[in-house]
């Protein structure tokens, strides 16, 4: 299965309109064989994996059925586990053959067909529900002549309605795609980029750095360039989840990135484990995995199951911390390539701790040009009580003078009067409007400050942020006029949910204090990639 070339013609207005609205129907399909699944006792997640491993069959299959005799895409998958031998049988013996053909195709390490199939189960039980989905679902739908955008949205859109599924926790591996659009039209990729993301959940930062290099870029490549676009050479995803990673497999593949049986986009394991090798990123997009600790499950010989801090000890580390943010902000320090650029999404806690954080933070600053940070605001996670910010820098080689990278640091507050929620008022990406004109991408030495002191967007030179005690980098300047105003408008559902996201958000600083005290604390495992 290869990649579809892409054109940069912008569709009309109606297109648009159109291909919504079929996405929008495609949702609901696979939203519907995920109800067919639902009795079957499986998580929303889960149900998506399933219809991973049968809609990749089926579209290997279209594609063999329009391909020449001598077309390389009829050796991806041998014929006996292929789509054809699923649907010739019924009942038990289908099921029996579907887990012999998940089993073999699982045995294909560093392809993004193993990738796709590592260590996949049928969860699936009853051979009747199996059945219905080969027979009657998905195998009377044809899906390569959907086009590559309109199938990959739909995928997308079917693991975005599967994130709304909170007690599952399937939402800790989605970054609202409207802030990852913002973030990667203002680090405006390009072909010659190395573009990495060593926490890449369901692979949207990739797949929306690779959809600006088509758009922008792909008309004036050469035909060897536009080749090695399409293959996604320039991509490089890590995931310490199999099943997560799989899913990511998936949805880059229905984007068009990549081939079925080329190397993995992928790779599978810790990220922090080991310092960065071979050639450096010159983009890394990240939104690393929520949750202070980093952890690793250890077994006991009477079977129970408990979680052993991990602490990274790398040469190329400023400290040894089990703290994962401030670990994955030093991995990501290390990824990066010289004149390389950086956009990670970290939560509060990073710009204010002291100790290991206070450490890091004055290595960013002196050894890099940290030169903006953009506060998000509550309510744009499926986690509850997330307060987060956007770290927007670059590497540099040392300077001759020894002068610290970072000169000032722009700060955009997009979190003070701003309210959000999941379902009542969602952000979309022309929420993100203003802090894109004011970042100016290509442009940054003409940046301006706010006209009003009290304006979202401040400028604080290196003096004044190495000054600030343990060089906190959480700072407030703006009053949000809802609590000042008597009569505002805001939904109970809103200021419910506030109320909440703050008591958490205090939560989190007293257990810092806890933990800088020596302190034991019982951690809340809720992460957010």
Not at 135 to 162: C, F, H, P, S
Not at 332 to 341: C, E, H, K, N, Q
Not at 496 to 508: C, K, T
Request: proline fraction near 5%.
């Amino acid at each position: 299965m290869t990649a579809v070339e892409e054109t940069t013609t912008e569709p009309a207005p109606e297109v648009r309109a159109k291909a919504a609205a079929q996405t929008n129907t495609l949702v609901a399909k696979l939203w519907n064989y995920c109800n067919v699944l639902r009795d079957n006792g499986m998580s929303t997640i889960e149900y998506v994996e399933q219809l991973s491993y049968l809609l990749f069959l089926k579209m290997v299959d279209e594609m063999v059925e329009e391909a020449w005799e001598d077309d390389e895409i009829t050796q991806v998958i041998p014929p006996e586990y292929d789509w054809k031998s699923l649907v010739t049988k019924r009942g038990v013996e289908l099921e029996r053959h579907y887990r012999d053909v998940l089993d073999e195709l699982g045995r294909r390490p560093g392809t993004t067909i193993g990738t796709i199939f590592a260590e996949a189960q049928n969860r699936i039980t009853k051979p009747a529900l199996l059945e219905k989905l080969v027979v009657e679902l998905i195998g009377r739908e044809q899906w390569m002549i959907q086009g590559t955008d309109l199938k990959g949205d739909a995928y997308e859109g079917l693991l975005n309605k599967g994130a709304s599924d909170t007690k599952t926790g399937a939402g800790q591996y989605f970054t609202p795609r409207a802030l990852i659009d913002a973030i990667v039209e203002v680090t405006r990729p390009t072909p010659d980029d190395i573009i990495a993301d060593p926490a890449c959940g369901t692979g949207g930062f990739l797949i929306a750095a690779h959809s600006y290099l088509r758009k922008h870029h792909i008309k004036g490549l050469s035909r060897e360039k536009r080749t090695a676009l399409q293959r996604g050479d320039h991509i490089r995803g890590n995931e310490l989840v199999t099943g997560t990673a799989r899913l990511a497999a998936m949805n880059m593949l229905l984007h068009g990135i990549g081939t079925s049986d080329g190397p993995s986009l992928v790779t599978v394991g810790d990220a922090l484990a080991k310092k960065p090798s071979g050639r450096h990123a010159t983009l890394v997009l990240a939104n690393p995995p929520f949750g202070r600790k980093s952890a690793i499950n250890v077994i006991g010989q009477d079977g129970t199951v408990e979680k052993e801090d991990v602490e990274y000890d790398r040469d190329d580390f400023t400290v040894t911390t089990s703290n994962k943010q401030l670990n994955f902000l030093q991995h990501i320090m290390s990824l990066t390539a010289v004149d390389g650029r950086a956009a990670v999404v970290l939560p509060d806690n990073i710009l204010f701790e002291g100790g290991a954080g206070e450490k890091i933070r004055r290595r960013l600053l002196n050894e890099f040009d940290l030169h903006t940070i953009l506060r998000l605001p509550t309510g744009i996670f499926y986690a509850g009580g997330v307060k987060a910010n956007v770290l927007f820098f670059d590497k540099k080689p040392p300077r001759a003078d020894g002068k610290p990278q970072t000169t000032k640091t722009w700060i955009y507050d997009f979190r003070t009067g701003q309210h959000f929620t999941l379902k009542q008022r969602p952000m979309t990406r022309a929420h993100l409007d203003d802090f894109v004109a004011a970042y100016r991408p290509g442009e940054r030495e003409n940046r301006k400050p706010s006209d009003s002191p009290d304006g979202p967007w401040q400028v604080f030179t290196y003096d004044e942020l190495i000054k600030r005690d343990k060089v906190n980098l959480d700072i407030t300047w703006m009053k949000d006029p809802a609590l000042e105003d008597a009569d505002s408008d805001l939904e109970p559902e809103v200021i419910a949910q506030e109320i909440v996201q703050d008591l958490q958000a205090a939560l989190d600083e007293f257990k810092a204090i806890a933990e800088a005290l020596g302190g034991e604390v019982i951690e809340d495992e809720a992460e957010l990639a």
